[in-house]
Every structure is written in C-alpha cells, then in structure tokens.
C-alpha cells in the first residue's frame, strides 16, 4: 500500500508562516492530483487546495492569497506555503493524493495521510 507522509506542521503565531510537505512512500512513477485538506475542531472536513500534475491548481476561494500549493513534478512531492495565518487556520492538515501509479500498481481512488496539527496561536 502507498503511504502518504505529511510534516511541517506545528505551533506558530498569528501572521506567521509555515510551510507544509508530503511525499508518498515507495516506488512512486506519477501521482496525477496531490492536495491538502484541513479539520478544525468540531468542523468538517474541507479542502484547502490541489495541484495536478500539470500544474493546475484550485484553492478554497478563502485561502487564495495566504497559501500556495506547489509540487516538484509528477511524482511529487507536494508542498503548501502557508502566510499570514490566523487562529481559525488551526487544524489537522491532510495530505491528498488521487491516480498513484506506483511500484505497487495504480491507486485510482482517494488517498489520505494520517495528518499533521498546525496550531495558530500567540
């Protein structure tokens, strides 16, 4: 099974930065959309943004702006640069992937990371 890996998550204060990454294990040939959604407390899941591997990408229209989500190339890995963040970013950030083709064979369904926490607070 291909595994998701987030990191970069943490604690930081109001208008600060951080920025946010994840690679998919193994034998990786080309993943075709890479993501991220977050979870805040007592919230649903929501998506935040996407980048194929084309290079286009959608963002909550909230979030345009303050994040950026970029990828180094087919296979990923995939990165969110976060600025200017603000207590109600506060949450679990999962990474998102769609269309693996690995050495394991092809993954055509939706694939979740185990999160990382991002705590926005002063």
């Known amino acids: 099974q291909v595994q998701l890996m987030e990191s970069g998550g943490g604690l930081v204060q109001p208008g600060g930065s951080l920025r946010l990454s994840c690679a998919a294990s193994?034998?990786?040939?080309?993943?075709?959309?890479m993501g991220w959604y977050r979870q805040a407390p007592g919230k649903e899941r929501e998506l935040v943004a996407t980048i194929t591997s084309g290079g286009s990408t959608k963002y909550a229209h909230y979030l345009r702006g303050r994040f950026t989500i970029s990828r180094d190339d087919a296979k990923g890995p995939v990165y969110l640069q976060m600025n200017s963040l603000k207590p109600e970013d506060t949450a679990v950030y999962y990474c998102y992937a769609r269309g693996i083709n690995s050495g394991r064979g092809y993954y055509g369904m939706d694939n979740w990371g185990k999160g990382t926490l991002v705590t926005v607070s002063s």
């Open positions: 193994g034998i990786i040939f080309s993943i075709n959309t």
